[in-house]
């Protein structure tokens, strides 16, 4: 068995044993949990942490440290640091009041009646394993987070156990009911929890290993598939090894489009459609890529074994008409890549804008990822076209002719019957330059065309982004237009049945209409606790309370119920069993409750609710928190403005931009949407009224920002081309490599001499500023980064000190918990004018108030002060404090300060979370980052030039001198360089010319010792083949002579046949003198264009009837080429070599000659073969010596003819040959341009 089959068999193997390990992980899986397992790592690791808890109890140093913490600030920050860094928090108690805590997160009841040791207990946000000890009036409980548990879910807060415990997300704790259950002890062996299985068998996640296993093996399924069609296809049938691994690879792809299989591999979140889905061939982002994949590995296929696949296609008429198949081939190709990409752009949700890269993620990159692969399998698709149309014989100009009418044809259409683009110019020229690599250097790649086919891809790409990129933002802004046209909001609907349920029920109310005395701030205050917070933060609201006879009293104004409902049957809009829209409110959502408060079937009075939308910019960040899943809708409109105009007259805005308070720019269409470009701005127009516009603005684009896109995918695309053309060298290199220091510097000094100087220069050019930017970038984002931080925490700290100012300007006690209700509302009224949430807590730490009360109120954080904040301010008396907190996932930085009365006594803490401090920070360091990157690139490419023609400035003169000294040539005259400035390649330039004025005079005599020497030789030469001939003439005189002194009566006879043998020897003589008279002098060349073929066929026509002869001449490998050359000297060149051939055939087989032509790089080598015995190897060296001969007669110059001949006119001669085999000489002849 070969070695090939064998590794077929052991891919077929492999292939086979992944997928059975991966369906045998999935039977596994799919049984139950196995949860003493997991309930034995769940123990250990809480076992862990109770024996780190204990052992501290257990010391007396640890217990008593526990007690005085509210007196060491050094202490409890370095005890808090400890035991937090380990997920474990504490809270010390005397006389069973909260004495000491380590966080602001576990909100605790009850603990006086928690038991000694270890219990498991829930609180509001999660499951807690407690320990505690008490002594005396002291006691601690330590409380390790086993379990987190939010009423709400989204990208801050997530429930489930604690990541350091397990991360397994198909367990959840067990009720008391449920079965099977696997049970959690604490380190004495009692009993604290059980945990179930939280999901039924069909939904258990596939695991890392599964998907890896079934990515394995589908990896050598190709690779398997992949090697069977190479078999075949180096065996001859490569274009139906081509067909089969083209269908079997799509039907792969069907399987999985079609089936999702297989399910673990569609179960990762690239295939997610919500991420992109286009249609059912490209259904997910992972889907694309899989496609692009398959496609590039069918192309590389094809394009490998393309020269064997294609045949030649001799019949014009034949060809033209598959030429123009190839050229609409390569046109739906390339408006098929053009909808791919913009399905890609338009329905994902994946960040493209490369000039604001900091904000790309890695999905990002992988999308960029694909779209190069994408392209350089549509770049081997063009190869391959244009790789088959070589194969039409032809000429080029013709077919450059018939591409460019159907070019003009095509752009004319395009300028007529579409919307024109430069898009099929940049096709044209790529093609252009793919074809001149294919017909003029056999499809290898140079650098400049790498250069050009890298920056006509980035052009591209570039252009076709950019454009796809604004068709995408107008769909977006039209979508923002009709959701800002839209009166309803579903989320605060939801809000709105959760409340109507719990207001009638609230007792507190119902007392008021009873005669509880109240004010109107204790009733805001208590809606603005329980109902309106969350999401319904972002309306401004109005409460209105009246009685079983329909009288206001919380209001000394005049509002009448009668009033609301008329506004109900007068139209407005039921959303809920209380809740109405108010029609006619443009710019805003308003809405009303009629709330009835009923107690036993009696009327107790009637709650009226009003709801007016704030502005985005008014929103606080706690809300975000209490959201189930959603996304906050400002983040839609963060980059653009918006206005509403009703009656002309700006109604409301929102943005950046600035409008006119009376509209005169912007004009609409009724119900359509209506573009204006403007001052650097895109407005889009819509009319939902005749009275009513409303616009959305959003930046035009720039042409700088264009040219960074450009710039972006230059570099991307030049580095990747640079990886895919130099892969076989990477691959060598690391195959070879070995690894250490010595061998490394080796290598590079190898490297480096291999290096041309010319690139040199450029590489230490590139390296030099690319370095010295890199350094100075770094320095100035630190810079800048140190900065901006400085001057955010500056911003907090100023605000917070404006608020603390106003706020003790505003007391009126020395407690604000003496007259919290009073307080409390001036505290909401301070939050509003500063637009911001705030807290306030007394000197104990305790939450006093809080603009968003509900989230203490839940339970997602404890209502007291953040434990360091209140060790800086209360223990070190620091009188202001900057920290970053957490709620969760959601960071935040805290400003706290203290707030101090008339006595200049601190009363109570306040503290202001700033959300907007981390996204500040990202948006601003990262527009600065991208404006940084963006330069770079601009100045990388502007470098990358200016190194590229300094280095031709600095080496051009060695360019120069190099070939000067390549034309140098003995024993003739070589020309001087000029060169007018006296720098260093002056002095070698003057050492050269000196250098050639001596090599001739040296030349000149050597060469003429050398002719001298020749016609010593030639003469000698000369005299030996006279001699021949000259001794039979003289034999045959002295006998005439000798006959006729002796009167011989056969005389007459003698004397025919002697006058016969001395004309043969005279003739011998002649032919000698004329050989060596032409070799001597040859004579003049008369190039011109010949067409080889012609002077093939009348050198093999005179020997070709030539009996036990047969010369066969590969025409179609020979026709239609054209070179430059003597065409008599060429005629009696073959005419040699044919004459060789046959007098080398042997007696005993026919004499077979056989004469080929192969085209490379411009030249033809004509190659003429025989079957001769061979030429012995102790007279190779000499066959192209002058005289030198291995026949009996013969002057030995024909030969020596045909080397000088060919190499006259610009060519090689050189024989290959093998004893009793037969001998080959190759003729390289350069073809005409």
Same mark, same amino acid.
């Given at each position: 068995?070969?070695?090939? /089959? ?23 899986? /799919? ?275 393309? #020269? ?5 296609? *001799? ?50 990159? &992988?999308?960029?990822?694909? %779209? ?15 790789? !088959? ?10 077919? %450059? ?83 800002? =046209? ?7 609907? @939801? ?43 972002? !309306? ?75 502005? !985005? ?229 305790? %939450? ?11 339970? #997602? ?9 209140? @060790?800086?301010?209360?223990? =070190? ?59 770079? +690139?601009? +100045? ?12 031709? =400035?600095?080496?051009?003169? %060695? ?14 005259? *070589? ?12 002095? #070698? ?130 026709? *239609? ?63 192209? &010596? ?36 037969? /001998? ?10």
């Amino acid at each position: 068995m070969k070695t090939a /089959t064998k590794i077929r068999w052991l891919l077929f193997l492999v292939t086979l044993g992944l997928f059975a390990t991966s369906l045998t992980a999935r039977w596994a899986a /799919t049984k139950l949990v196995n949860f003493i397992d997991v309930a034995d790592k769940i123990t250990a690791e809480l076992g862990a942490k109770e024996t780190l808890v204990y052992d501290y109890l257990t010391s007396t140093e640890g217990y008593n440290q526990l007690k005085s913490l509210d007196k060491d600030a050094d202490l409890a920050i370095e005890t808090i640091q400890y035991f937090t860094s380990k997920n474990i928090f504490f809270q010390t108690y005397k006389n069973n009041k909260l004495h000491f805590w380590s966080d602001a997160i576990i909100n605790t009841n009850n603990v006086q009646g928690l038991k000694e040791g270890t219990s498991f207990v829930e609180y509001p946000n999660g499951w807690y394993e407690v320990i505690k000890k008490t002594e005396n009036n002291f006691f601690v409980v330590f409380l390790i987070p086993v379990k987190s548990n939010y009423p709400y879910q989204n990208k801050y807060l997530n429930s489930g156990f604690k990541q350091d415990l397990i991360i397994d997300k198909t367990v959840d704790i067990a009720k008391l009911s449920d079965f099977p259950v696997a049970d959690i002890k604490n380190i004495a062996g009692r009993y604290l929890f059980s945990i179930k299985k939280s999901i039924i068998n069909n939904n258990v996640p596939y695991s890392k290993i599964e998907i890896t296993m079934w990515a394995l093996g589908f990896i050598i399924l190709g690779l398997l598939i992949n090697s069977i069609c190479k078999f075949y296809a180096d065996n001859g049938s490569p274009g139906l090894a081509a067909f089969f691994l083209t269908i079997t690879f799509c039907l792969l792809r069907y399987l999985g489009l079609k089936y999702h299989f297989p399910e673990a591999l569609y179960s990762l979140e690239l295939f997610n459609p919500n991420i992109y889905a286009s249609n059912f061939y490209f259904p997910s982002f992972a889907d694309l890529g899989l496609n692009v994949m398959t496609l590039l590995w069918i192309v590389i296929f094809i394009h490998s074994y393309k #020269l064997k696949i294609f045949k030649p296609i *001799n019949n014009p008429w034949m060809g033209y008409p598959i030429l123009i198949y190839g050229i609409i081939v390569a046109i739906v190709v390339s408006y098929l890549y053009s909808d791919i990409f913009f399905g890609f752009v338009f329905n994902s949700n994946i960040n493209f804008k490369v000039s604001n890269l900091i904000n790309l993620n890695w999905i990002s990159l &992988v999308g960029v990822l694909i %779209l190069m692969l994408a392209l350089f399998a549509y770049y081997l698709i063009i190869d391959i076209l244009i790789t !088959f149309s070589s194969f039409i014989k032809i000429s080029i100009k013709q077919k %450059l002719i018939l591409l460019a009418i159907i070019f003009v044809l095509f752009n004319v259409y395009e300028l007529f019957f579409s919307n024109y683009s430069v898009f099929f110019i940049l096709i044209f020229c790529l093609v252009l330059i793919v074809g001149r690599l294919i017909y003029y250097y056999n499809g290898k790649i140079i650098f400049p065309a790498l250069l050009l086919i890298s920056l006509l891809f980035a052009t591209l790409v570039s252009i076709k982004l950019n454009r796809f990129e604004n068709v995408k933002e107008l769909e977006i802004r039209k979508r923002l237009l009709l959701k800002l =046209q839209s009166a309803d909001d579903p989320y605060s609907i @939801i809000s709105f049945v959760e409340i109507e349920k719990e207001i009638p029920n609230d007792e507190e109310l119902k007392q008021m209409l009873a005669g509880k005395s109240f004010t109107s701030k204790q009733l805001n205050n208590r809606f603005n606790k329980l109902y309106l917070g969350g999401d319904l933060n972002k !309306f401004d609201y109005r409460i209105y309370l009246f009685n079983n006879t329909d009288s206001i009293i919380n209001s000394k104004k005049t509002i009448s119920l009668h009033n609301y409902r008329q506004l109900v049957e007068n139209g407005a809009l039921k959303v809920s069993e209380y809740f109405y829209r108010r029609n006619n409110t443009l710019g805003s959502q308003n809405y009303f409750a009629i709330i009835p408060l009923i107690e036993n079937n009696v009327k107790l009075g009637t709650i009226i609710l009003e709801l007016q939308s704030k502005d !985005f910019e008014r929103y606080g960040a706690f809300p975000q928190l209490l959201q189930n899943g959603k996304l906050d809708q400002r983040v839609d409109f963060v980059d653009y403005s918006y206005a509403f105009y009703d009656n002309k007259k700006l109604v409301n805005q929102y943005g950046n931009y600035v409008y006119d308070l009376k509209n005169k720019d912007f004009t609409g269409k009724l119900k359509d949407f209506v573009i204006l470009k403007k001052n650097g701005f895109d407005h889009i127009i819509y009319q939902p009224s005749i009275n009513n516009i409303i616009i959305i603005t959003h930046p035009s684009n720039t042409f700088w920002r264009e040219l960074a896109s450009l710039s972006f995918f230059f570099i991307l695309f030049l580095i990747f081309s640079l990886i895919i053309v130099s892969y076989k060298w990477i691959w060598k290199l690391f195959k070879s490599y070995e690894f250490g220091f010595k061998r490394l510097k080796f290598t590079l000094f190898i490297g480096n001499n291999k290096i041309l100087y010319r690139t040199r220069i450029q590489i230490a050019l590139v390296l030099a500023v690319v370095s010295s930017l890199l350094i100075i970038g770094i320095i100035t984002f630190s810079y800048i980064s140190i900065q901006y931080k400085e001057q955010q925490q500056d911003l907090i700290k100023n605000k917070i000190k404006v608020i603390a100012e106003a706020f003790e300007s505003n007391i009126s006690n020395d407690s604000p918990a003496d007259n919290n209700q009073n307080n409390n509302l001036s505290f909401e009224e301070f939050s509003k004018m500063y637009n911001t949430d705030l807290n306030l807590f007394d000197t104990n730490g305790k %939450l006093l108030f809080s603009t968003q009360n509900k989230i203490f109120v839940i339970g #997602l954080i404890a209502d007291r002060m953040n434990p360091i904040a209140f @060790i800086n301010l209360n223990l =070190q008396q620091k009188s202001e404090f900057i920290q970053e907190e957490n709620i969760d996932k959601l960071q935040f930085t805290s400003a706290y300060r203290p707030i101090k009365n008339a006595n200049n006594d601190v009363i109570a803490y306040l503290q202001l979370p700033y959300f907007s401090n981390l996204d500040d920070y990202n948006q601003k360091i990262g527009t600065f980052l991208n404006l940084l990157i963006n330069i770079y +690139v601009l +100045v990388f490419v502007a470098i990358g030039f200016f190194a590229f023609v300094v280095a031709n =400035q600095i080496t051009s003169p %060695l360019s120069l001198i190099q070939e000067s000294i390549s034309k140098t040539m003995i024993g003739k005259k *070589n020309k001087p360089i000029e060169w007018k400035r006296n720098d260093e390649i002056g002095s #070698l330039i003057k050492e050269y010319n000196s250098m050639i004025e001596t090599l001739e005079e040296n030349a000149n005599k050597l060469a003429q010792s050398e002719r001298e020497i020749a016609w010593r030789e030639m003469a000698k030469q000369v005299a030996h083949e006279i001699k021949n001939p000259l001794t039979p003439l003289k034999l045959g005189i002295q006998m005439l002579d000798r006959s006729w002194r002796d009167k011989d009566v056969n005389f007459d006879d003698k004397f025919q046949k002697f006058s016969k043998s001395f004309l043969e020897q005279i003739d011998s003589l002649s032919r000698i003198a004329s050989e060596f008279s032409n070799f001597a002098k040859m004579p003049e060349l008369k190039l011109e264009e010949v067409n080889l073929l012609d002077v093939l066929n009348r050198a093999t026509q005179v020997y070709g009837q030539m009996e036990g002869i047969k010369i066969i001449t590969n025409e179609n490998e020979l026709q *239609n080429h054209l070179i430059l050359a003597d065409k008599d000297q060429l005629l009696r060149s073959f005419n040699n070599l044919l004459k060789n051939a046959i007098e080398a055939s042997t007696d005993d087989k026919e004499g077979i000659i056989t004469i080929n032509g192969i085209v490379t790089n411009n030249k033809i080598e004509v190659t003429i073969k025989d079957n001769g015995s061979g030429i012995p190897e102790s007279l190779r060296d000499r066959i192209f &010596v002058p005289n030198f001969t291995t026949k009996s007669s013969g002057t030995g110059l024909g030969l020596a003819f045909v080397k000088q001949a060919i190499e006259n006119m610009g060519g090689i001669i050189y024989f290959t040959t093998e004893i009793n085999v037969g /001998t080959t000489f190759h003729i390289i002849l350069p073809l005409v341009n």
